[in-house]
């Protein structure tokens, strides 16, 4: 029967559907006591138009950050970091204190260490000047009090681009937009 059936199989094109090997196993869930889901909703800073709205989503190594960031000049490109503190009530954002650097690091590029774990690649307007942002920070978690943890923290935007290199924070520029990481799920 066995032989039967792997014939048929072969006849038809289709040996890896009839094989034995099982299908791939399923993500792995979050840690105990993280959270899924959380969204940032970025409010204008230092006189800026600048607004959006941030869907944060732990997967994998990290969080995943996608959305929308309107109100930028076409073509601009933005420093775009998680701050320390959940605070955005300052006219100028300064109340979200520096860059999240649970690990005491240097500022950095975010894909080549050392970093904060809050740097973020800069994020660049369309020619509506729109940014569309679609990133995975790893490194950080969404939830469960760890010093990595994001939640309640801020997400900032900045007048200019990061240059990766300056030192504290990249020579960004002002903040013109600030959101607080809630988390809701």
């Known amino acids: ?13 289709m040996v890896t559907a009839c094989g034995t090997t099982p299908p791939p196993a399923p993500p792995a869930p979050p840690a105990p006591g993280t959270a899924h889901n ?9 006189g800026s138009l600048v607004s959006g709205k941030l869907q ?7 969080v995943h950050v996608a959305g929308e960031i309107g109100g930028l000049a076409p073509g601009s490109t933005h420093g775009f970091h998680i701050h320390e503190k959940g605070d955005c009530s300052a006219a100028d954002a300064s109340s979200a204190g520096g860059h999240f ?10 894909d080549i260490p050392p970093h904060h774990a809050g740097d973020i690649d800069n994020i660049v307007a369309d020619a509506s000047g729109v940014a569309h942002v679609n990133t995975h920070v790893v490194g950080i978690a969404l939830g469960g009090g760890g010093s990595n ?22 020579n960004a520029g002002a903040r013109i937009a600030c959101g607080v990481i809630t988390i809701v799920d």
Do not use: E, F, K, W
């Open 56 to 62: 944060l989503m732990a997967m994998g190594s990290g």
């Open 101 to 110: 650097n649970p690990t005491a690091s240097a500022h950095g590029r975010a």
């Open 149 to 170: 943890d994001v939640a309640g923290r801020a997400i900032v935007v900045h007048a200019a681009p990061d240059d990766y290199t300056s030192q504290p924070a990249g």
């Open 38 to 46: 959380a969204v940032a909703n970025l409010a204008a800073a230092s």
């Open 1 to 13: 029967m066995r032989i039967a059936m792997i014939a048929a199989c072969t006849a038809i094109g």
